[in-house]
């Protein structure tokens, strides 16, 4: 009963206090939407900070006893819950210790009546039995034996009904005792009854208190909704007119830098370009190799299909040499079996004497020149075939030689200095970066990033001297493999002239097409490894083009943040510089290193002219 006096009495104080607040609040705010201009002219634009400030916290201080308030309501809120649900359940007892009252009272006047009954009907046989008539059976004449059986049989009963009344009087007693106590039950139930339900009258009494409080609390929500959105315009409202005379002279700012972008982009335009005709050249020498091989492949069937016909016309060789030394032979034997000049007395008159001084028949003269015209035919012939042997083994290593030459050509085009192109890149980078005019924390950075530039670049050096170095050694290694290429097809030439066994021949030709198969696999690996570095070169373009848009933006938005801290900054006490935004970004960037800076950048962006504002509040 005492705790809903206080909490009235607590939530009227608070209601009051509130009431308070909210017309302080209406008076400031009436004079917070006076123009600026006016408290300028008087002279009173520190007091008006003061008093937006003292809005603030008396703001603040409403907020957090609406909070409070809206705790408190909730705490009652639950209070009269839980009453609620203690009346609940203390009726439900009542109810039930009624009902088991009742069954009492007529259970008490059930036993009541079954005494009383047996009361007289124990009297009734007493009388009966000192009398010796028995109502209506005493005018029946009976024997002394029967009677005497009659008594005991009375006696008997007598005796389980006097059992039967003492045990009903003790059941009497306790019911009693039961009745005295469920009396008193009754009484203490009646008595919690009694409180509850003056606390049940008190907790509705409360919870319409909090009804009232809980429709003030909304009417003191939206009062306070609406001074925050009145709060936001006048905020809004000085940033607006911050703004409007900053926008005219930011603007130029914006153009010039919009100009030093167009003209960023415009370079890595350039870069990209480079870029993919750099793809484009490696896509032609990639075409140019696969044609190569092709030229390789066709040359590889041209020189099978001559070694064949070489091999032909050896054999062809062979077969005619033992067709002339048949001819020799024959000639010999031919003019070992001439006739005698004393048996051919007929035929020397027709024969002619010859150079040497022997004398031949027509007959053998014939013969003899069809057997020279042979013989001049077979060695015109030999020579034209060993001339052709010559003449594509010649063509084979001539063709071979070019090859290697315009290899080499094509792959000293296929790597471009990207260094003096990235020179090229710094140095308009670095002309366009003085031609603008930074503060000093951007002449810091951008000396901290030029630092960071050549290191990278010194980096990048070093890997393309690492790889022109790689790439002369595997040239030296095609350079070797060509060599011995040539040299086994020179011993092999030299093993068809000798004409080796078929076995070894065929040997040879393993070994051969082996090698081929070496010299193919070591290609496809070196051009694997070729487009490995290429594309290990382009991701560091990538990342140095990245680093270098990174720069230009964070240049761009440090010059722009200081210019609004340079003109939101406040004058100090007379002797003392204020620290500028300047100041505090060169020593956040020489304290930070260049990821960091990246990291702050893009992961966490300048706020605004009104999160500054209000955080300043």
Not at 513 to 525: F, P, Y
């Amino acid at each position: 009963m005492a705790a809903c006096p206080t909490v009235g009495t607590a939530v009227d104080v608070n209601l009051k206090q509130y009431n308070c607040v909210q017309n302080f609040f209406f008076h400031k705010i009436q004079f917070s939407n006076m123009d600026p201009s006016i408290c300028n002219a008087n002279g009173s634009l520190r007091s008006w900070m003061g008093l937006k400030r003292e809005v603030s916290c008396v703001l603040i201080s409403a907020v957090d006893e609406c909070k409070r308030l809206s705790f408190q309501k909730e705490a009652l809120t639950q209070q009269c819950h839980e009453l609620e649900k203690l009346v609940e359940t203390l009726r439900g007892e009542n109810t039930s210790l009624q009902l088991e009252l009742e069954q009492a009272r007529c259970a008490q006047n059930q036993t009541i009546m079954d005494s009383t009954e047996h009361d007289i009907s124990a009297n009734l046989l007493l009388s009966s039995a000192e009398t010796g008539l028995p109502g209506t059976a005493a005018e029946i004449p009976m024997s002394p034996t029967v009677a005497s059986v009659r008594i005991g049989q009375l006696r008997d009963q007598l005796t389980k009904l006097r059992n039967e009344l003492y045990r009903v009087e003790t059941e009497k007693e306790e019911v009693k005792i039961k009745l005295a106590d469920s009396q008193t039950t009754v009484e203490g139930l009646r008595q919690k009854c009694d409180l509850l339900m003056r606390k049940s009258e008190e907790a509705v009494h409360l919870k319409d208190e909090l009804d009232i409080a809980r429709e003030e609390l909304a009417a003191a929500s939206h009062l306070t909704t609406t001074m925050d959105q009145l709060r936001k315009r006048a905020d809004e409202a000085v940033e607006l007119r911050v703004r409007c005379a900053k926008l005219e002279t930011d603007n130029k700012v914006l153009v010039d830098r919009l100009a030093e972008l167009e003209q960023e982009t415009r370079l890595t335009g350039h870069v990209r370009s480079q870029a993919e005709t750099q793809r484009l050249q490696a896509a032609d020498a990639r075409q140019a190799a696969t044609q190569a091989n092709a030229r390789a492949d066709a040359i590889e069937a041209e020189l099978r299909r001559v070694r064949d016909e070489l091999s032909a016309t050896m054999r062809e060789k062979t077969r005619l040499v033992t067709e002339l030394n048949r001819l020799r032979s024959c000639c010999e034997q031919l003019q070992r079996c001439a006739p005698p000049a004393s048996a051919l007395n007929e035929e020397l008159t027709t024969v002619e004497p010859d150079a040497n001084g022997m004398m031949y028949t027509p007959a053998m003269q014939s013969q003899m020149l069809t057997l020279r015209e042979e013989l001049t035919r077979l060695r015109t012939s030999l020579s034209s075939l060993e001339i052709a042997a010559s003449t594509s083994v010649a063509d084979e290593d001539h063709h071979s030689l070019s090859e290697h030459d315009g290899s080499r050509v094509m792959q000293t085009s296929d790597f471009p200095d990207n260094s003096s192109n990235l020179m090229d890149n710094d140095r308009h980078g670095t002309s366009d970066g003085t031609s603008s005019p930074l503060h000093m924390s951007a002449t810091k950075s951008e000396d901290f990033d030029g630092h960071l530039v050549a290191s990278l670049r010194g980096q990048l050096d070093e890997k393309d001297r690492a790889y022109e170095s790689m790439e002369q050694q595997y040239r030296g290694y095609l350079w070797k493999a060509r060599s011995l290429i040539r040299s086994l097809q020179r011993q092999l030439r030299k093993q068809d002239e000798n004409a080796g066994v078929a076995n070894e021949g065929s040997n040879d030709v393993a070994r051969l097409r082996a090698l081929l198969v070496e010299k193919e696999r070591i290609i496809e690996n070196l051009e694997r490894h070729l487009e490995q570095t290429r594309l290990r070169r382009d991701a560091e373009e990538r990342i140095l083009l990245a680093a270098w848009y990174n720069r230009g933006v964070r240049q761009t938005r440090e010059l722009v943040e200081q210019r609004i801290r340079d003109q939101q900054t406040q004058p100090g006490p007379p002797g003392t510089q204020p620290k500028t935004a300047a100041d505090d970004a060169t020593t956040g960037a020489e304290e930070m290193s260049f990821l960091e800076r990246q990291r702050e950048i893009h992961l966490k962006p300048p706020r605004g002219l009104t999160s500054v504002v209000v955080a300043s509040k």
